[in-house]
């Protein structure tokens, strides 16, 4: 039986556990006070279904059962859970989120059995300890950036994701879909950004700079109706799903399909096709008005699929080459008064930012967005280490911290041979889980404008689910703990009780079929080379 010491992301006090236990069975009966249906639905789905047990709705007061309730006199996404009142089980949250939250609490006390999808022993009975947990998040953002374009995920793999996501107490999915390499959402309006950008004819294989290509298709999209649903499917679980459209950079597979988004004036941009390899791309969007309406029309269709407040516009990695050598865009500096070309792409920016900010939405966008003027009321991915997030949390702009040498997670876990995905610099479990989201030397109200934390996936060298997997866990389950525990500073964290309560973790994860990296290395058919093959010579980082 498990106990609220062996929980991961670790909880804020745990009272207990006793001797005595609740016992769950065929007879248990759940009572759902309004505003709980979510967690009402996933009960019954997920662990009833884990545990063969039917859980029917029962009266408030059932000795046996389990209760759900919100108390708004606690902090939004809070919890208690109370094992042993009245001989049952009581989640009491402070909104639905801290309801659901408790949940996955409560499934990590059922043991690993609680993480499958069917019964393996129908009719046991499942013991819980008595014991209280008092909960709660230490940031509202706690996200994971999913890099669909690189790599298409099917949708079922993105549900999944939710799932797992769900599991670790994480809320917000920063949804990345569209880049060079792909364009992954269906827009009615401009049916080729699909049809033609969705697809490309082969994939660079091996590092950068090999020459050698897989000579195989690779793409793939979600329809719109797609959207709705993993868009609903992670509302039910409490999470946020923040699309990214990325601007005016990344954007070769939009300028194969519409060649006029280009920057005809310096290349034949019809030559151009979804890009096949990797890296920085210099085909940048033309910053005419043609474009800015284009993506008008492309972000209506977004606002009407996406709740989010926050909308991601990108920002990230545009060079400028073609803008200095085009005429059309040089004009355009003229006449507005710019400051050259990184002032050509605060404007850009800028625009949409008061576009989303017209329909009450909220624009974010990686650092670069800093250079040139940030653009009021935006948000900022501190992604280049910490300078972004500190410039603009003094700014007081909102801040969410991903820095790239701390929490991306396609970097690789270990300096071995062994690795199959050999990019990046070394960042093991021990190093995630002495992540700091905070930049120091904030003030506290400078502080306050850190919304959270995110663990990137940028999918360049994961081909397919098991990669995704291993690169993300267990790494995503040390992440979840700094995003969601008030844990001390780096150095005085007691990485030793982390990786003692992993044990129990692993056996969840196990159960999940997640196929994490094991703590002693890569199992045999872990180790086989993927898109971006074995390392070449040289000390890390490769790329
Ligand atoms: C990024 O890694 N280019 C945001």
């Not at 009572?31 to 009402?40: C, L, N, Q």
């Not at 043609?290 to 990108?314: A, C, K, Q, W």
């Not at 939405?361 to 967005?369: F, M, N, T, V």
């Not at 982390?498 to 890569?522: K, N, Q, S």
Request: charge should be negative; hydrophobic fraction near 40%; include cysteine.
């Amino acid at each position: 039986m498990t106990s609220g010491n062996e929980i991961i992301p670790a909880p804020r006090a745990v009272e207990g556990p006793a001797r005595d236990a609740v016992l769950l069975d065929d007879r248990t009966t759940l009572w759902a006070a309004p505003g709980t249906e979510s967690t009402e639905r996933w009960l019954r789905a997920t662990l009833g279904a884990a545990l063969g047990l039917p859980l029917r709705t029962g009266p408030e007061q059932a000795c046996d059962g389990v209760r759900l309730l919100v108390d708004d006199t606690m902090e939004p996404e809070t919890y208690r859970l109370d094992v042993g009142v009245h001989q049952g089980v009581e989640i009491r949250g402070g909104d639905p989120a801290g309801v659901f939250w408790g949940a996955q609490t409560l499934r990590q006390l059922l043991g690993p059995e609680a993480f499958r999808r069917a019964a393996v022993r129908p009719g046991t009975r499942h013991g819980i300890p008595h014991q209280i947990i008092e909960d709660g998040p230490r940031f509202c953002w706690r996200g994971l950036l999913l890099d669909v374009a690189r790599h298409f995920m099917p949708k079922e793999g993105v549900l999944r994701q939710l799932d797992l996501m769900a599991a670790h107490k994480l809320n917000v999915l920063h949804f990345h879909l569209t880049d060079d390499q792909g364009w992954r959402i269906e827009i009615e309006r401009h049916p080729r950004l699909t049809e033609v950008g969705s697809w490309r004819s082969r994939t660079k294989f091996g590092h950068r700079a090999s020459p050698l290509w897989d000579d195989r298709p690779h793409g793939g999209f979600y329809t719109r109706d797609d959207i709705r649903e993993i868009v609903a499917y992670a509302a039910d679980r409490h999470i946020t799903v923040v699309p990214e459209i990325d601007v005016p950079g990344h954007s070769q597979a939009a300028i194969a399909a519409y060649p006029e988004l280009g920057n005809t004036d310096v290349l034949d941009t019809r030559a151009l096709s979804v890009w096949d390899t990797w890296g920085i791309n210099p085909n940048v969007l033309a910053p005419t008005d043609n474009t800015l309406r284009f993506y008008e029309g492309v972000f209506e269709e977004v606002l009407e699929l996406f709740p989010s407040e926050f909308i991601h516009v990108g920002g990230d990695e545009c060079p400028k080459d073609q803008w200095r050598a085009s005429p059309t865009a040089q004009a355009r500096i003229k006449e507005l008064g710019l400051a050259g070309e990184d002032g050509l792409q605060a404007w850009f920016i800028g625009h949409f930012d008061t576009w989303l900010t017209a329909r009450g939405r909220r624009l974010i966008g990686w650092d670069e967005i800093l250079e040139g003027g940030l653009a009021e009321g935006a948000a900022v991915s501190s992604w280049r280490g910490y300078a972004g997030g500190t410039a603009a949390a003094r700014a007081g702009h909102d801040v969410v911290m991903c820095p790239e040498q701390q929490v991306y997670l396609d970097h690789r876990q270990d300096g071995g041979a062994d690795e199959p995905v050999p990019i990046g610099y070394v960042r093991g479990l021990e190093d995630v889980y002495r992540f700091e989201p905070v930049p120091t030397g904030l003030t506290p109200d400078e502080a306050r404008h850190v919304l959270g934390a995110q663990a990137n996936v940028w999918t360049e060298a994961m081909e397919d689910a098991a990669r995704v997997d291993y690169q993300v866990f267990p790494r995503l389950a040390a992440f979840a703990e700094v995003a969601w525990s008030r844990l001390p500073a780096p150095e005085r964290r007691d990485f030793a009780d982390f990786e003692r309560r992993m044990e129990a973790h692993y056996e969840r994860l196990d159960a999940l079929g997640v196929a994490y990296r094991p703590p002693g290395g890569p199992k045999p058919w872990q180790k086989r080379p993927g898109v971006l093959g074995r390392p070449i010579e040289g000390p890390p980082p490769y790329r």
